[in-house]
């Protein structure tokens, strides 16, 4: 009987310890098959599941991050002689469409590549595609808008394609989108277009109306469902609307087609934008830009007085404090007081002021008119035939990149 006690009292004390030992070792397991989770913070700092490719680290400096008090939008153009050329070149880049390059297509001068913007209080990081790609690994940058963000866009994939092999690259049109598949990274740059953000009757990529113009204020669907999950969306929109003071568009019923104030329309439009966004962006994993107005110079009485021509052959920046009429206030107004209202961050990339001081950089009569390059008599008059909305490539678009790398990479988070 004493016996018996005893070897109870024993297998109670080992009890305890039976009961620690297999706690450990759940707890171990547990730890384990979380290391080898592909979402493991470990294995994505040192190590990776069997049979996927490895996914080095991205280590951003604090060199490479643009300071919180520090404006990027506030600067000057300074002459580029120390920064060395372009990011790339017309010859470099088989990805520019003719509208844009304009030194083959006939611009006797080149100064318009050569000018670096600097802020006043800071520098932005020099451009480094390959820690680009790295930031991209495995996500999707979308540029959606009109043809200047198709310009955009174009800038975007020049800036990083020339460290691409031959084989492991490629662009693929499936309008109303080109995508630019990076095949080592898993990644893509798209461009989308949508020149009214909202649905229009001009949303064909390349059978579109120009003259003609009606919108639907409060139908987005169509292009939504094409940005859902998009990791990285930049957005734009506004030359489209400024044909005329006002424009043709329907809001509430399909069939009542009535005629809006541009101003009016627009806030509609952004409304119906900002519910999309709210209802459909997931804020966690995605992230969200809109670019500012590209602005135009359609007349060089703004910035010399008494002349009476345009942006064409302007070899120089604006010089000094310059808004141009080009640039609507009011639009600028609309898309603040959206943007502050909104329940989802969105980044505003406030590039108007900037870019207003390039009257040099269009395309001019250097660029294209319905898919053709201008003729002959057509470039002899420059004043009907110079094209002060889109830019030259490689030129101001290129800076627009450059500003929202050095946003990408303030918002992206070290593995330390």
Not at 31 to 47: E, I, M, P
Not at 202 to 230: C, F, P, Q, Y
Not at 300 to 322: A, H, K, L, T
């Amino acid at each position: 009987m004493t016996k018996q006690v005893s070897l109870d009292r024993r297998l109670q004390s080992l009890f305890p310890v039976a009961l620690a030992s297999l706690l450990v070792l759940g707890t171990t397991r547990l730890f384990l098959d979380t290391l080898k989770s592909n979402h493991s913070f470990v294995f994505q700092r040192y190590g990776r599941p069997r049979g996927q490719a490895e996914r080095p680290a991205v280590i951003v400096s604090p060199e490479d991050r643009i300071d919180e008090s520090c404006n990027v939008f506030e600067g000057n153009w300074v002459w580029n002689n120390e920064s060395g050329p372009p990011h790339y070149t017309e010859e470099s880049c088989p990805y520019l469409v003719k509208q844009v390059t304009c030194q083959k297509n006939g611009r006797p001068d080149s100064y318009y590549k050569n000018w670096r913007w600097q802020p006043n209080d800071c520098n932005l990081p020099r451009f480094d595609a390959l820690k680009l790609l790295q930031i991209l690994r495995g996500k999707r940058l979308m540029f959606v808008g009109d043809s200047v963000q198709r310009g955009q866009f174009e800038s975007m994939v020049c800036m990083v394609q020339s460290i691409l092999p031959q084989g492991k690259k490629s662009l693929q049109r499936v309008p109303p989108r080109k995508i630019f598949k990076i095949k080592e990274f898993d990644a893509s740059i798209e461009y989308y277009w949508a020149p009214f953000i909202v649905e229009s009757i001009s949303d064909h990529a390349t059978k579109h109306t120009v003259l003609k113009r009606l919108v639907k204020l409060d139908s987005i669907a169509k292009h939504g469902k094409h940005w859902e999950g998009v990791d990285i969306l930049v957005f734009e929109s506004y030359v489209w609307w400024m044909h005329k003071p006002t424009i043709n568009a329907t809001y509430g019923s399909p069939n009542d087609v009535q005629e809006y104030n541009v101003t009016t329309a627009y806030k509609l439009a952004l409304q119906t934008w900002a519910e999309w966004l709210e209802s459909s962006i997931n804020p966690e994993r995605q992230k969200v830009f809109f670019m500012s107005m590209s602005p135009t110079h359609l007349w060089s009485w703004e910035w010399r007085p008494g002349s009476d021509e345009n942006c064409y052959n302007e070899s120089y920046p604006i010089q000094g404090s310059y808004w141009g009429t080009g640039s609507n206030t009011k639009i600028m107004d609309i898309i603040d007081d959206t943007l502050q209202d909104l329940k989802v961050k969105v980044t505003f990339l406030n590039i108007t002021q900037l870019s207003d001081y390039r009257k040099d950089a269009h395309t001019s009569i250097y660029g294209e008119r319905k898919g053709k390059l201008l003729t002959k008599e057509q470039r002899s008059d420059p004043k009907k035939f110079a094209d002060c909305i889109h830019w030259c490539l490689p030129g101001v678009p290129d800076t627009w990149n450059e500003i929202l790398y050095a946003h990408l990479l303030k918002g992206h988070q070290n593995f330390l």
